[in-house]
């Protein structure tokens, strides 16, 4: 069998296409920072609060959530399960989800006016980490 030679014009494409690709990933995001924030960890964001509709007393505070990636399969079900469940479940699937590990509470003033305020309590994420999926609890 005979292999096909390439010219010298394809060689000097090839790495001008390479390039193209590696430019164009790096214009879409792939290696951006956030790519390098991959996994589970804190985000911080502003909440606003206010203790009614008309915001008589409000305040804007940092705290953290937790975003991120964890890792998830599936894969063609065993035998076993397939006869368990009367070849309904060919697909199993495992994953995690991104969750709070730990909570903190933290202290915040909510300003009613020149002379008042009030004092009350909100969670932040304290830690994140990878976990059974669940609904929320809170």
């Known amino acids: ?3 096909p ?17 590696v430019y164009l990933l790096l ?8 790519a390098s924030g991959l996994g589970c960890h804190l985000h911080s964001f502003n909440v606003t609060i ?3 509709r008309r915001g008589s007393c409000h305040g804007t505070y940092i705290v ?5 990636y964890c890792e998830s399969s599936a ?7 397939l006869l368990a469940s009367s070849f309904k479940h060919n697909i199993t699937s495992v994953s ?18 020149a002379s008042w305020h009030e004092n009350m309590e909100l969670f932040t994420a304290k830690t994140c980490q ?4 669940r609904l929320s609890r809170y």
Do not use: N
């Open 64 to 68: 953290q959530a937790c975003v991120g």
């Open 75 to 81: 894969f063609p079900s065993k035998y076993s399960v």
């Open 50 to 52: 206010k203790s009614d």
């Open 5 to 21: 030679q390439r010219s010298a014009e394809s060689l000097r494409v090839m790495p001008t296409f390479y390039s193209a690709v």
């Open 27 to 34: 214009a879409a995001g792939c290696w951006s920072d956030e």
């Open 96 to 113: 995690q989800c991104c969750t709070i590990a730990k909570m903190q509470k933290i202290k915040v003033c909510l300003h009613c006016g």
């Open 1 to 3: 069998m005979k292999i």
């Open 130 to 133: 990878c976990d059974m999926c």
